[in-house]
């Protein structure tokens, strides 16, 4: 069975960097595309960033272009997102998912972490 571990979130001051962390258990990182997800109090989860799991193609929000930047270490069974100019609209809930298989273009995963809290200060 998949399990997600998050971690790296944390209070931070606007225009500064944070990198998230996620560490998949249980099954072989490698064969898995992955993404983050993110929610904000009140609203709904919305798509942050993916990566395939060849880690040859990335999907990203129109938010995160050039800010966010997905990455996976197969090594490490890890997936990153660095996250750098961060906003206040970026605090949130941050969560990585994972599926086997599939496009980073896929919006539907089959395995979820518990999320790690990211709040941006202005």
């Known amino acids: 069975q998949v399990q997600l571990v998050e971690s790296g979130g944390g209070l931070v001051q606007g225009g500064d960097s944070l990198r998230l962390s996620c560490v998949l258990s249980?099954?072989?990182?490698?064969?898995?595309?992955m993404g983050w997800f993110r929610q904000a109090p009140g609203k709904d989860r919305e798509f942050v960033a993916a990566?395939?799991?060849?880690?040859?193609?990335?999907d990203y929000a129109d938010f995160g272009k050039g800010r966010f930047t997905i990455s996976r270490d197969n090594a490490k069974n890890t997936l990153y997102l660095q996250m750098n100019s961060l906003k206040p609209e970026d605090t949130a809930i941050y969560y990585c998912?994972?599926?086997?298989?599939?496009?980073?273009?896929?919006?539907?995963?089959?395995?979820w972490g518990q999320g790690t809290q990211v709040t941006v200060s202005s």
């Open positions: 990566i395939s799991w060849t880690g040859g193609s990335t």
């Open positions: 998912a994972a599926r086997w298989h599939g496009s980073s273009r896929s919006r539907e995963y089959d395995y």
């Open positions: 249980g099954r072989t990182f490698s064969s898995y595309t």
